[in-house]
T-cell receptor, first 114, second 111 residues
Framework: DTGVSQNPRHKITKRGQNVTFRCDPI?????LYWYRQTLGQGPEFLTY????????KSRLLSDRFSAERPKGSFSTLEIQRTEQGDSAMYLC????????????FGEGSWLTVV | DAKTTQPPSMDCAEGRAANLPCNHS???????VYWYRQIHSQGPQYIIH???NNETNEMASLIITEDRKSSTLILPHATLRDTAVYYC????????????FGTGTSLTVIP
């Protein structure tokens, strides 16, 4: 399968712990996006990379959140000192830098903070 | 913030065409209209997109008004598997900015 891959698919953690999610984009896609989605809401943009450069960050991305894409391929999203309000599905997407680019989403990583 | 407005829910009889409307009155000249759908607990699935002209693929048709302020996604023969939340979003052509999702339309296909 050559789609966007996310791991782990599900994570349960205790409040205050750190968690990290990984995203492997579609091969050769140079743009990578992270979104967060809570129940009943549409996906909310968090951040976006073009190659290894993080070009945009939403104000939703508090200082407890950090995303990296060190070699312009896979990306990690780390949440430090998790809070119950961080419980959500974290979606990764990727795209090519072309006119009318289409972004393709992974299946998401569910986080439950207890 | 979402730049689109969609009805929160719609029903459609199985086998009939489902027509999902979307308003995007503030769309810019170089922004495309994209449609995605999301089945419970899965990531959004790309359906179709267009700039000015109507588009058709194996999944659906997209009709964009001449002034580009609204569009309609058409599923020609809805099946039970088309029950999902459908999102209409507008996005830049190649600037790479984020796509803003609203709350979408929850389509229920009725047997």
């Amino acid at each position: 399968d050559t789609g966007v891959s996310q791991n782990p698919r599900h994570k349960i953690t205790k409040r205050g712990q750190n968690v990290t999610f990984r995203c492997d984009p579609i091969s050769e896609h140079n743009r990578l996006y992270w979104y967060r989605q809570t129940l009943g809401q549409g996906p909310e943009f968090l951040t976006y990379f073009q190659n290894e450069a993080q070009l945009e960050k939403s104000r939703l991305l508090s200082d407890r959140f950090s995303a990296e894409r060190p070699k312009g391929s896979f990306s990690t999203l780390e949440i430090q000192r998790t809070e119950q309000g961080d419980s959500a599905m974290y979606l990764c997407a990727s795209s090519l830098e072309v006119s009318g680019n289409t972004i393709y989403f992974g299946e998401g990583s569910w986080l439950t903070v207890v | 913030d979402a730049k689109t407005t969609q009805p929160p829910s719609m029903d459609c009889a199985e086998g009939r065409a489902a027509n999902l409307p979307c308003n995007h009155s503030t769309i810019s000249g170089n922004e495309y209209v994209y449609w995605y759908r999301q089945i419970h607990s899965q990531g959004p699935q790309y359906i179709i997109h267009g700039l000015k002209n109507n588009e058709t693929n194996e999944m659906a048709s997209l009709i964009i008004t001449e002034d580009r302020k609204s569009s309609t996604l058409i599923l020609p023969h809805a099946t039970l598997r088309d029950t999902a939340v459908y999102y209409c979003i507008v996005g830049p052509s190649n600037t790479g900015n984020q796509f803003y999702f609203g709350t979408g339309t929850s389509l229920t296909v009725i047997p």
